[in-house]
């Protein structure tokens, strides 16, 4: 039966992964929780509670990534306090809109952030693909997390 438990594994690290890049699929929690258990099948022995507070760590960096990502684009951007909730609020919004909303909630709501506070149409462009932008490098930096995560568990289990 120690089979059907690593099909579990399998099972919740892959849907993680996917769902590192899908909007509404908790990624990073699942990939844990699939690595939490492969960890658990031996008694920790092969992968340690060390390996998995490290991994635990990278977990919490991939989930934080969708909240702070455009925040810190659109800052760089020097974007208005506007245009920074804004932004936050796209991508909160985003995140239950598919993939469409996740890409251009950002950046839209952060151009509509940036335009009613200073009417600045190059400015809000700016701030607005600032944000989009974020989005995109976001999901490339919570990905390699989420492939971090696994390789880390694989490392301790092999070697």
């Known amino acids: 039966m120690e089979w059907l438990a690593w099909l579990g594994v399998v099972a919740l690290v892959v849907v993680g992964l996917v769902g590192m890049v899908l909007p509404l699929l908790p990624g990073s929690p699942l990939v844990l929780a699939g690595l939490w258990l492969g960890a658990a099948i031996d008694g920790f022995t092969l992968v340690s ?3 998995m507070g ?4 990278l977990a919490v960096l991939a989930w934080g990534v969708d909240y702070v990502a455009a925040l810190i684009a659109v800052r760089q951007a020097g974007a208005s306090r506007q245009a920074m909730a804004a932004a936050g609020a796209g ?11 996740l890409l251009l909630g950002p950046a839209l709501a952060a151009s509509a952030g940036e335009w009613h506070a200073r009417r600045d149409a190059a400015q809000a462009l700016r701030v607005g693909t600032a944000a989009g932008l974020s989005v995109v490098l ?3 930096v919570k990905l390699s997390l989420g492939v ?4 880390c568990f694989a490392l301790a289990y092999w070697l």
């Open 49 to 51: 509670g060390w390996t």
């Open 54 to 57: 490290l991994i635990t760590v």
């Open 91 to 101: 991508t909160v919004a985003g995140l239950f809109t598919g993939w469409w909303g």
């Open 138 to 140: 976001g999901l490339v």
């Open 148 to 151: 971090l995560m696994v390789l």
